[in-house]
C-alpha cells in the first residue's frame, strides 16, 4: 500500500490549515458558531477538536442524537467528547421520528436501506432546526475516503455548509486525531455508520480502508492508470475497477443537481 502519512510538520499544516478554514467558513457568513453531529466516531471527534481550536468551545454546539440502533458504548463515546472538549450538547432520541415516518409511509418498513438513510436524514434536520435558532453553520465530518466512493447518505450526513476534513483520506484522519490529542480508543475504533445493527464501514464497502485509501491516492486522485496502480499496491484490475465504479455511480452526490440547459 502507498504509505500516506504525514510527517509531524505536515501535521501541524494541515491542523492550521483546517482550523483556519472553518474560521472563515464562520466569519464569513457572519454566523454565530457551528453545530455537529457526535456520533462517538473518529470523523466527528476529530472534527469536534480542531473546530473547538478553531472557534473556541463555547461556539459550538453538540448534538448526540441515538437511535435505537445505535450501540451504547458509541452513544457514551460521543457524550464523553463533548464533556472532554467542555461543548455545550444536547441528546434527543430521533426513534420516535423514525416511527412518525413510518407511521406516514409503512410500505419502508423493514428497508434497512431506506430507513437507515432515513435516520441519517433526520439527523440533519436536527442539525439545521438547531443551526436555524442559533444563526449557526452545520460542519460536516466527511472525509475524502467517503465522498469519493459516496459513502455517505445524499441530504442526510451530506446535508451540510462545509466539509472541514473532507480532503483527508481516512487513514490521515486517525493520524491527524492522534496528532491532536484524541484517546486513542476512539482514534483505533472500528468505522461504523451505524445506520442498521452491527454496520461497519469496511465490510459493507467490501474493501479495506487501507487499500481504499491507496486505490484513490494512486489512480483516482492521482495519476497513475488501473494497470500501474495494481502493480504498485499488488491488488487486482477488479478492486481498482470496482473502486473506479464507486467513484463514477457516485458523481451525483458531489455535485448540484443538474437542471435542463437554457435554451436561450
Ligand atoms: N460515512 C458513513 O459512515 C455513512 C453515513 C451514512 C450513510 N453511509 C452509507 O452510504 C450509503 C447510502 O446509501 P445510498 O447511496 O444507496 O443512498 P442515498 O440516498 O445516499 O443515494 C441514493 C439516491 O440518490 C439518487 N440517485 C441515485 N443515482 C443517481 C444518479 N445517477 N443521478 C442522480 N441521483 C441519483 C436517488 O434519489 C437515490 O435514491 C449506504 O451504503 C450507507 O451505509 C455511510
Ligand atoms: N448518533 C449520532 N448522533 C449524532 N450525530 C451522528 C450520529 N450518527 C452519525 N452522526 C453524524 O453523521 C456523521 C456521519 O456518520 P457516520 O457514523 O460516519 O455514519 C457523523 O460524523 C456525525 O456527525
Ligand atoms: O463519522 P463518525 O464520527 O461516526 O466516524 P466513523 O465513520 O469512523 O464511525
Redesign the pocket.
Known sequence: MIDLRFSEAELEQRREHITGFIREQIDAAGAEGAVLGL???????LTATLAVEALGAENLHGLVLPATVSSEGNMSDAERVAQDLEIGYDVIEIEPLVDSLLAAYPEAEGDREAVGNARARLRAVLNYLVANHEQRLVLG?GNRSEAAVGYFTKYGDGAVDCHPIGNLYKGQVRQLARHVGVPEELAA?T????LWADQT?EDELGISYDTLDSILAAHIDGPLSVAATCRLLEVDEATVERVRGMYERSEHKRTVPPAPPSLE
Open positions: 456520533s462517538g466516531g473518529i470523523d466527528s471527534t465530518t475504533k468505522a461504523t455508520a451505524e464501514d
